[in-house]
């Protein structure tokens, strides 16, 4: 027999409510438009797009579709933390940030972990044909001193990197010490999204 130990889990979650993805959408542009710090903040940075991350920390008073998004993060980021074995108040979960990113042709975010907060992840908005894959990576891959290569055809919870393609509609979320990737996109629509951190209060 053979057991398997310390597995990863990423929490896949379609959010069926159309009108609150198209308000959402709407809401994006309607922030990207009037956030001017934020874009001077993408100029500096040399961002491949638009993100409030670093201007804007208050979506969810600027727009109704956001304050009803968090109560839906909210609900979600309870049942990972009970299907993770927390010992944790749900209340005590916090959400601590809460951003837009938009990527044109080309975009990407190179590989990073969320320090500080304890889950993370991304509702897709936009995926346009030929947007990037987010890609996530084995959190062992720093001790693999001498591990020999893989087969092509391993099974998915054997790859040492996972790709996955987003829809719309589509909600990731994964514990934030899980290192991921979004992958060089080739459309020229954009590719929007909302991603978020939670902490947990003690
Ligand atoms: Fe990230």
Known sequence: MTRLLFPTRLFETALSDTALLEDLEEACWMIEDGDEAGHRWCEEKGYPGYTSYASLDDLPRRAPAFAELEGQLLKQAGRAAEELGWDIDAKDITLDALWINILG??????????????????????VPEGAGD??????????????????????????????????????????????????PGRSEEPRISISFNFGHRA
Do not use: C, N
């Open 134 to 183: 987010i890609r996530f990576e084995d959190p062992r891959l720093a001790r693999m001193m001498a591990a020999p290569p893989l087969l092509d055809t391993v099974e998915e919870d054997q790859k040492r990197f996972v790709y996955v393609a987003p829809k719309p509609g589509e909600l990731l979320m994964w514990e934030s010490w899980l290192r991921h990737e979004v992958m």
């Open 105 to 126: 042709e080309g975009g990407h975010h190179p590989g990073h972990i969320h320090p500080g907060s304890v889950l993370s992840g991304t509702l897709y908005i936009a």
